[in-house]
């Protein structure tokens, strides 16, 4: 009994602990990019998941945007065609750029919607496609139809978040032509949260975040500015995967997001550790020191 009641003690307080922070990010809207071991692995999908909902359920506004890479690379094997890379981008032709939709929206926004919809029927799924949400322009010609985030159309996802639900976006874009594009995902969450004024972008790695002198495990940085990511870039202290998601977290302290978070999606509920208690996880990054 006594052990029971310690038990019960040790969950009032984490709630008790975590009611101020339910009160600030009520109707904060938070811009999600949902991708590496969160995603591949099925127990950390179903705490992801779980993570989301609560945080509907406690008054924020979610927003998941979700790439798959390595979803893409499989479904074109499958299909018997060999992926080919330039200067580390997926090189699409018209014949890939089909695959990526098939993967992107017919599977992994398929799957991400019904693992959100088995703790609450919220989540919504679309693409960069619909009512006109990504406009993107080719990146450059040697790569097909690989796009750059031109414009955010934000409305739908307002029209959504307005309907308490829970958008999750698929990140193909479409050109003034109508030609799908592929658009890297890191870039497009930073695009969206910038374009929907959000309180908060966060990115779920397969790091413990930003790294100054990268990949040594010793120099994390727990807190850090628009100037101070841009530094690293510029030095080269950055490895190559982090380098999109610390561009997309400039642009978007830029135009107006309040706070960006880089952290560790294998860390079991990294969501609600960074949003509803004292200590957090991961880098924290701030338009100013």
Do not use: W
């Amino acid at each position: 009994m006594d052990l029971r009641r310690a038990g019960a003690q040790d969950k009032a307080h984490v709630l008790a602990e975590a009611l101020p922070y339910i009160r600030e990010f009520q109707a904060a809207t938070v811009v999600i990019k949902y991708g590496g071991h969160a995603m591949d692995k099925p127990e950390l999908a179903d705490l992801f998941a779980q993570d989301v909902v609560l945080m509907r359920l406690v008054g924020m506004n979610p927003v998941v945007v979700h790439g798959g890479g390595p979803q893409i690379t499989d479904l074109m094997a499958r299909l018997g065609k060999q992926a080919e890379f330039v200067d580390g981008l997926r090189v699409t032709d018209a014949e890939t750029v089909d695959i990526v939709r098939m993967a992107l929206v017919g599977k992994v926004n398929r799957e991400v919607v019904a693992s959100l919809n088995r703790h609450g029927s919220y989540a919504v799924g679309l693409s960069g496609e619909d009512a006109g949400l990504i406009a993107a322009t080719q990146r450059d010609e040697r790569l097909g139809f690989v796009g750059d985030v031109d414009h955010i159309d934000p409305a739908i996802l307002e029209r959504l978040i307005r309907e308490e639900l829970i958008p999750v976006v698929a990140t193909i874009g479409m050109g003034a032509t109508g030609q799908a594009y592929n658009v890297n995902a890191d870039t497009v969450a930073g695009a969206i949260a910038a374009a929907l004024g959000a309180e908060k972008l966060v990115y779920l790695t397969d790091v413990a975040g930003v790294y100054a002198n990268f990949p040594d495990e010793n120099s994390l940085v727990s807190r850090i500015d628009a100037d101070g990511l841009e530094r690293l870039v510029a030095d080269g202290c950055a490895s190559e995967g982090m380098i999109p998601k610390l561009r997309s977290c400039i642009h978007a302290l830029r135009h107006g997001v309040g706070r960006a978070h880089i952290l560790d999606g294998r860390v079991p509920h990294a969501l609600l550790l960074e949003f509803f208690t004292r200590e957090g996880i991961g880098t924290m990054v701030g338009s100013d020191a």
